[in-house]
C-alpha cells in the first residue's frame, strides 16, 4: 500500500529576512539605526528632485522652491513615508499601484466580486429593514437624484 496522499504546508515566508541597517556614518554613531532601505529612498528622491530642478521649462515650477526644502526636507519626508508602507510583502511600487488601480475603480463606480469587475449596487438592502434607492425621475428644477425610503424604521 503506497502513501500517494498529498499534505499542504503552510509557512511563515519572510521568517528569516532582516533588514538591513546602518548603525554610524563615517565612523561616528547616529545614536539610532537607520534601515537601508531608507537611506536608498533618500537617494531616489533627491536624484529625482535633482532632475525636476534641471529640465528646462519644468524648472519654473520647481526652482521657487527653497534649496534646502527641495533637497533635504522633500527627501527626508519621502524616504520616511515610503519606508513605513510595508502590506503583505509588497514592494512600495506594488502597493502604490493597487492604490491607484483601487481609485480608478471607485471613480468609475466598479467593484470586484470572486475575481470578476461588476457595477456598484444602486440599492442597497438588509432584509427587515428600511433600503435606501437612487429615484431616477428627477424634478426639473433639481437636476440631482432623490432618495427614498421603503420600508418599516424598527428598533429593538
Known sequence: MSNDRKVEMYYITSFKQFDRKVYQLFGKKIGRAIPFKSIAYFIIIAMIVWILRHIPLLNLVFLKV????SYLLTPLAGSYLLSDVESEDRT???YLRSMV???VRKMRNKNFY???LVNKPQVYKVNGHASLSADKEASEEYKGNKYKMKG????R
Open 114 to 116: 470572486r475575481g470578476n
Open 152 to 155: 418599516l424604521i424598527t428598533y
Open 101 to 103: 488601480y483601487y481609485h
Open 66 to 69: 527653497p534649496f534646502l526644502v
Open 92 to 94: 512600495v511600487l506594488a
